[in-house]
């Protein structure tokens, strides 16, 4: 109970910390996951029912003689489920129980088919995740069918059987039929999980509300909490309520996840105040196409080979002080970084010594892709990298001449850092062992889109 409360109680302390400020995402269910749920829970259900019958009283004469009944298995042909608009999920089942009844001198086999109807509230539980309750079970029995090559079977003998297999699975069908529902709901609590973005920083995302449900599909209303080091990133402004409109994304998807603006200022918030986003540019000295040296710097800049005679190592320290902005329009999405860069050189007492500093804005574009529960990104620059000088300890200088050179070792150095960052990706909303599979991602007007299949790796 103790594990169970553990992550309620914190996010309940959390939330008057946070506030609004909690980035917003809906991840949408619709009709084509429960077909897939329906035979990938084929399997569970079929070894669910697999109950035990206790010992059939057969009446042999006046004698009351105990006999062995034992069901040898169960097939499950037939598994459907639809939503109920404003409640949850109903299932039609249709299952063949074969069993057997040890009497002597020779033993019985039936088949009997069974109908299986339940209804499944789907609700919002104390720890914020979707939790599963059964309202309404029922079991319709129909005859039993002696298995081909039994004896012929004594039709009062047949009725009690059925009487007795009939009174057993009534109470205990129900009851596993539950009991494989409290099995789900523990997985559908993984949701709350922590999941790493980086060393020191996670990602948690948990429910709001109560879930929208219609005949086509399951909506969840999902926040998001990053962590950096233990404390909760929290954007400067209120996050505004994320609403998915209820026609994006192609038809037939299972899932339809939409990500707000929210989600992608927090993230790159968090990687700002982690300073993942910095970086230091070096380059080999020896190296005939090495650019970072003073060599070439001195003849660009007299001061610079004043100082250095003898080629040294430079370094380019790029800090990034304020916080990138991602902008997402129809088809479209960009980042925009204004990163300080600090050019340094090695002195002769192996002591850096600063040269110069310039401001850089750089305007990215920015691909989005999904590989199993993560969204990734690939960046790619678009048009010129903007220079101008912040400072200078070596004299004037001539923004033109140094532009081409700090723009070539600059830019490539910086798209591989921030393409093996985003490459990393940060977690979509999941369950344990749940992926998405063949996603698509739809950059639209302040918000993203994905739509996708799941697949369940047992």
Known sequence: MARACGPGLLLTLLLPVIGASMPG????????????????????????????????????????????????????????????????????????????????????ELILPVVLLADARVAQSSI???VVSISTCLSLFNNAIVFDGSHRVAPLLLVRVQQHVKAVLRNKLCLSISNLVQDLNVHL???IGLNPVGPESQIRYFMINAPNITNDYISLDINAVLFLL??????????????LPEHVGPNGAMATVGLSQDLFDSALLLLQKAGALNLDITGQLKSDDNLLNTSVLGQLIPEVARQFPEPMPVVLKVRLGTTPVATLHTNNATLWLQPFVEVLAVASNSAFQSLFSFNVAVNLSLQLSVSKVKLQGTTSVLGEVQITVASSNVGFINTDQVHALMGTVFEKPL??????????????????????????VFVHEG????????????
């Open 25 to 108: 995402t809906v991840v949408r269910l619709n009709k084509a996951v429960l077909s897939y749920v329906s035979e990938i829970g084929k399997a569970p259900l079929q070894r669910a029912l697999q109950v035990t019958v206790p010992h059939f009283l057969d009446q042999r004469g006046e004698v009351l003689q105990p006999t062995r009944v034992r069901i040898l298995n169960v097939q499950v042909p037939r598994l459907h489920l639809n939503f109920i608009a404003g409640f949850g999920v109903r299932m039609l089942a249709a299952a063949n129980f074969t069993f057997k009844v040890f009497r002597v001198p020779e033993p019985l």
């Open 128 to 130: 914020r995740t979707p």
């Open 189 to 191: 609590g993984t949701l």
């Open 230 to 243: 233990g404390k909760p990133i929290v954007l400067p402004v209120d996050a505004a309520p994320f609403m």
């Open 415 to 440: 798209l591989d850092h921030l393409n093996a960052l985003l490459g990393m990706g940060i977690a979509l909303p999941n369950l344990v062992n749940l992926h998405y599979v063949t996603p698509e």
């Open 447 to 458: 918000y993203v889109v994905i739509s996708s299949g799941l697949f369940y790796q047992r």
